[in-house]
């Protein structure tokens, strides 16, 4: 039984297209993520939402809307899509929220975005 | 802010031959520390992690890391490679200066020759 899963695993698609990518986790953790993965692997966070609330906003296209109905899902809508999002996004969990535990973040298997 | 620097995008190393994978964190606290793997086309999976407690720090296949904090430094090891090994490995800090968020290396890719 997967711990954190994300579907699609792989999402083809036209420049201005809009897309979402769910997420799951079945852990009980409060805490979700969504991080980019760029074509040289580095890794960056986007967003994170707390039991619903959106505790984390880093500096994101607002084409890119997260949204979370409860504390186990956490779904990335992006509008318009550019060929800059082609990327890998992974989705996480943690037990706490950040800064309150060692930070130990578990993670998804990733979807691929090719936008062409 | 805290970082995390890997030093070599790619190292090689032989079958049974010692993995070394630098890292070096910059912090103005005693910070917690992750080694983490990804294995091609799947996620990061937790090697190991420092919460300051031991500072040699033994996680999963075989692998160990230790905290030296006169160095700054969170170097992973391993005392055999095998070929199951190679992935990008990455380092990464728990920032408390931004609010606790984990920040990532730039990944080191490892490759095993038989």
């Known amino acids: 039984d997967t711990a954190v899963s994300q579907t699609p695993k792989y999402l083809v698609t036209q420049m201005g297209n809009d897309k979402s990518i769910k997420c799951e986790q079945n852990l009980g953790h409060d805490t979700m993520y969504w991080y980019k993965q760029d074509s040289k692997k580095f890794l960056k966070i986007m967003f994170s939402y707390n039991n619903k609330e959106l505790i984390i906003n880093e500096t994101v296209p607002n084409r890119f809307s997260p949204k979370s109905p409860d504390k186990a899902h956490l779904n990335l809508h992006i509008n318009s899509l550019e060929l800059g999002d082609s990327a890998v996004y992974f989705c996480a969990s943690s037990q706490e929220r950040p800064g309150w535990g060692t930070g130990e973040l578990f993670f998804g298997e990733g979807s691929r975005l090719t936008v062409l | 802010a805290q970082s995390v620097t890997q030093l070599g995008s790619h190292v090689s190393v032989s079958e049974g031959a010692l993995v070394l994978l630098r890292c070096n964190y910059s912090s103005s606290v005693p910070p917690y520390l992750f080694w983490y793997v990804q294995y091609p086309n799947q996620g990061l999976q937790l090697l190991l992690k420092?919460?300051?407690?031991?500072?040699l720090v033994k996680g999963i296949n075989g692998f160990e890391a230790e905290f030296k904090k006169s160095e700054t430094s969170f170097h992973l090891t391993k005392p055999s490679a095998h070929m199951s090994d190679a992935a990008e490995y990455f380092c990464?800090?728990?920032?408390?200066?931004?609010?606790?968020?984990?920040?990532f290396g730039q990944g080191t890719e490892l490759s095993v020759k038989p």
């Open positions: 990464a800090v728990s920032d408390y200066n931004q609010g606790g968020k984990l920040i």
């Open positions: 420092y919460t300051s407690a031991a500072t």
